[in-house]
């Protein structure tokens, strides 16, 4: 089979079948019930970035909310309509499993709380969406796969990119040989980190530094967009412990994956530098996504033949990655299907990131 015909077939395309469903959704009539979402976890993310959207979503809508802070949970209440009885603490949270207005959790905590926030939605006979990284440990993310299957329910991972049309044309460039064939990626994300006393920096919630929060992007863009899995991995990490912020967590981690097909990819994170940019260089050509992977701004550009040209993709499967991620977890609830950006895709990354930690600390070239 050739490289690209066996391309077709991993997760690259996941986005494009994503694209390609939801575009099919779009001109159906819109379902008799939209599917109700607790968020469990009311921080930047939540309420500034996914909270607004449901208002633009076809499939999904706000149904509950889980807070450790009743005030603000109220007055969120308020604000997205969300009744009185569909408010929770950590404590009280299993009780959902009561509430016929939920059907799927999201879980947008700290990333030592996914596991046990999926697990108790599971357990509650809740679909679940978890944050990235999916977990903060490969047993934890088995352990999420296996609850959710023992439940019958379905599981996802906010791997938002799937539905951005930048990223989603990139990879549909890649398949239909635009470049040739893939030889080289380079893939690079962080930031700089301020005050050393926030959750990111602290080993026991954030799992890891630069790698779990920001590494787990240049990774994704490593497998969408060769469409191949890695078979080896080296890194090295490099961390300032003096600095009050890196007294727990790595700051500057760097890293080869090998691919089957023999191409390579160097991936980094940093969170002592500004990064956010994946290029991936072909036989015949190159694109570049720069930024890659911000809320908004992204741009593509592709270069042949000595000229570079910026595109504009087509519209992807809804008016923004944040519905079309939502609304997709809808819509394989109401059709029954399993999610592209699947528990066992965020199990292959967090393989791949303990094996990133593993060669960092100095264990040589770890085989996948
Ligand atoms: P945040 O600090 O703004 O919010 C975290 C929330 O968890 C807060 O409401 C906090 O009160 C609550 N919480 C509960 N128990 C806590 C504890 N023991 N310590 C600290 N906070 C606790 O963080 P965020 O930026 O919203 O990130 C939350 C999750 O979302 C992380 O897993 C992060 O990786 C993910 N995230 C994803 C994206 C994306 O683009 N997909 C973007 C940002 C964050």
Not at 15 to 33: F, I, K, T
Not at 150 to 155: D, E, I, R, V, Y
Not at 286 to 310: C, F, H, M, N, V
Request: some cysteine; overall charge positive.
């Amino acid at each position: 089979m050739a490289d690209l015909d066996r391309r077709d077939l991993l997760i690259g395309l996941s986005g494009l079948a994503a694209a390609a469903s939801a575009g099919a959704c779009r001109a159906a009539e819109p379902p008799a019930r939209k599917i109700g979402y607790a968020i469990v976890g009311l921080g930047y993310y939540a309420t500034r970035i996914i909270m607004p959207q449901f208002a633009n979503c076809r499939f999904s809508r706000l149904a509950a909310l889980v807070s450790g802070d009743p005030a603000k949970a109220r007055t969120l209440a308020a604000q997205y309509d969300v009744p009185e009885r569909s408010l929770y603490s950590y404590q009280t949270f299993d009780r959902i499993r009561d509430n016929p207005d939920v059907d799927v959790v999201y879980v947008i905590l700290p990333n030592s709380m996914h596991a046990e926030y999926t697990i108790r939605a599971a357990q509650a006979g809740k679909h679940v969406v978890t944050e990235k990284p999916m977990s903060v440990s490969v047993a934890e993310a088995e352990a999420m796969i296996a609850a959710c299957s023992k439940a019958g329910k379905k599981l996802a991972v906010g791997y938002r990119s799937h539905f951005q049309p930048h990223n989603l044309h990139a990879i549909r460039l890649v398949r239909d040989g635009a470049i040739g064939r893939p030889r080289y990626l380079l893939a690079e994300h962080g930031f700089v980190q301020g005050d050393p006393t926030k959750w990111r920096l602290k080993k026991a919630l954030a799992g890891g530094g630069s790698l779990m929060d920001m590494g787990v992007y240049s990774v994704q863009a490593a497998r969408y967009l060769t469409g191949e899995e890695p078979v080896a991995v080296t890194a090295r990490s490099t961390t300032d412990r003096k600095d009050p912020r890196f007294a727990e967590v790595e700051d500057l981690s760097a890293w080869t994956l090998e691919f089957p097909s023999g191409a390579i990819n160097h991936g980094m994170s940093s969170y002592s530098s500004n990064h956010n940019f994946v290029r991936l260089t072909g036989d015949k050509g190159r694109i570049e996504l720069e930024p890659a992977t911000p809320y908004e701004g992204q741009t593509l550009s592709l270069t042949r033949d000595g000229r570079k040209e910026q595109l504009t993709p087509p519209p992807g499967p809804a008016v923004n990655q944040f519905v079309g991620q939502l609304d997709h977890m809808a819509e394989c609830i109401l059709n029954d299907r399993q999610p592209l950006i699947s528990g066992e895709m965020g199990l292959q990354d967090m393989r791949i990131v303990d094996a990133i930690y593993r060669s960092a600390a100095g264990g040589g070239t770890i085989r996948l």
